[in-house]
């Protein structure tokens, strides 16, 4: 995979896409191939190589497929080996993450793919037992998983609970969404929030998390999209924070834990 990103960033004609879905994130293909002095079918192929290099991923909204930008392959890497190279290529890659995660001004969506060696079966476990959430994300849901039903969230001793606080839709080893959680004191607390960010997250309506799973070979590709965010969002300023570092964690967690590996 490290190769193909290289290469999908060698081209100008990538970095020129990539830059445009960072001034303006979840464009259509017809939208991208406005700015640009180039063929649609052009701009479709780049795009291809964007998508498979994981650089971009892409997101239907009714019948408009928007592009989005992807950090995970550049996180990886710095995982990977970032540390063999001098400061000089540290800052240039950390700058290129800031540019793949950054908010941008046309889309407030946070859109994240990543491919995990698993099955969809053993993933969605990870996604909704609350024994395996417990070890990775430190939470555990209370609900049973019926499109309408409450979702309690229980982070140790913080309990959260609301209206609209539901399961949104719940399609066993395909797609699962619910309504992202109600900013409470007790969970300001517990997680070091001052009380200005809890003033402005507490005002905020409730988002919406959206895992899309795609069986891929020996992987599947998850898809986030955390989205309903309104402009300066605070609670979109914290999800682009820990959404990456969560998700780099559920997949160390399901493809190293042997209980996973049991389900069928």
């Known amino acids: 995979m490290d190769d193909e990103v290289f290469r999908a960033l060698a081209d100008p004609s990538r970095r020129q896409?990539?830059?445009?879905?960072?001034?303006?994130?979840?464009?259509?293909?017809r939208e991208l191939c406005a700015g640009l002095?180039?063929?649609r079918q052009s701009v479709s192929k780049h795009l291809?190589?964007?998508?498979t290099a994981n650089l971009v991923t892409t997101v239907w909204r009714g019948r408009e497929k928007l592009h989005h930008l992807n950090a995970e392959p550049i996180n990886a890497i710095a995982e990977r080996w970032i540390n063999r190279y001098d400061r000089r290529r540290v800052e240039l890659f950390a700058d290129l993450k800031t540019v793949l995660e950054a908010e941008t001004m046309g889309d407030n969506d946070f859109v994240y793919t990543t491919y995990i060696k698993t099955t969809p079966e053993?993933?969605?476990?990870?996604?909704?037992?609350?024994?395996?959430?417990?070890?990775?994300?430190?939470?555990?849901?209370?609900?049973?998983?019926?499109a309408g039903s409450e979702l309690v969230w229980h982070q140790g001793d913080v309990t959260m609970a609301g209206p609209g606080q539901v399961v949104l839709e719940h399609d066993p080893y395909t797609r699962l969404s619910y309504a992202w959680h109600h900013m409470t004191p007790e969970f300001a607390k517990a997680v070091e929030m001052d009380d200005d960010l809890y003033r402005r997250a507490s005002a905020e309506p409730l988002?919406?998390?959206?895992?899309e799973l795609v069986p891929t070979g020996?992987?599947?590709?998850?898809?986030?999209?955390?989205?309903?965010?309104?402009p300066g969002s605070a609670i979109r300023e914290m999800v682009s924070e820990g959404w990456v570092?969560?998700?780099s964690d559920l997949k160390s967690f399901v493809e190293s834990t042997p209980e996973l590996a049991a389900v069928k």
């Open 48 to 51: 291809t190589v964007l998508e």
């Open 17 to 29: 896409l990539l830059d445009m879905l960072n001034a303006r994130n979840g464009q259509t293909l």
């Open 37 to 39: 002095d180039m063929a």
């Open 245 to 247: 570092a969560l998700l």
């Open 218 to 230: 020996d992987q599947v590709k998850l898809t986030v999209v955390h989205s309903g965010f309104g």
């Open 207 to 211: 988002s919406t998390a959206t895992f």
């Open 122 to 146: 053993r993933l969605w476990q990870a996604l909704t037992d609350p024994k395996f959430t417990e070890q990775y994300w430190g939470v555990q849901f209370e609900t049973d998983w019926t």
